[in-house]
């Protein structure tokens, strides 16, 4: 069965999109630890990060670079932190979380709600600066 990050990509699932190109796919967390929190994950469902071919890495880090950047326009930040976890959802994927101190990327701190609204407004801002 294919992951939800797999039925995401084929439009089985909602989410808020933020970029897309032909390999990778980002959109915002719908548990998000702070404003803009965003997933990027490769199209191809690869669970375990390291067992993705050498060039589909590299990929994902250079489309999470630019992902990170457009983020950092939207929600000035001190940084975009980069996580990966990979232990809740079976499908290569990387937290860029928008920080203002270091604790701001510590998973066990209580988790943002945003209305649907909200949450398509955060996106909006992110993919107009892609």
Not at 67 to 95: D, N, S, W, Y
Request: proline share 6%.
């Amino acid at each position: 069965m294919a992951s939800i990050f797999s039925r995401i990509v084929a439009g089985e699932i909602p989410c808020y999109k933020v970029a897309e190109d032909d390999k990778y796919f980002a959109f915002l967390d719908i548990n998000p630890m702070v404003k803009g929190h965003t997933l990027v994950i490769p199209k191809r469902e690869v669970d375990y990060i390291f067992d993705l071919e050498d060039e589909e890495l590299a990929g994902l880090h250079l489309f999470a670079k630019r992902v990170a950047k457009a983020l950092k326009v939207a929600f000035p930040c001190q940084r975009v932190g980069v996580a990966v976890l990979g232990m809740e959802v079976p499908h290569t994927h990387i937290h860029l979380i928008p920080l203002q101190r270091e604790s701001d990327m510590l998973f066990s701190n209580p988790k943002l709600t945003f209305t649907p609204e909200e949450f398509a407004d955060i996106a909006k801002q992110i993919s107009d600066n892609m």
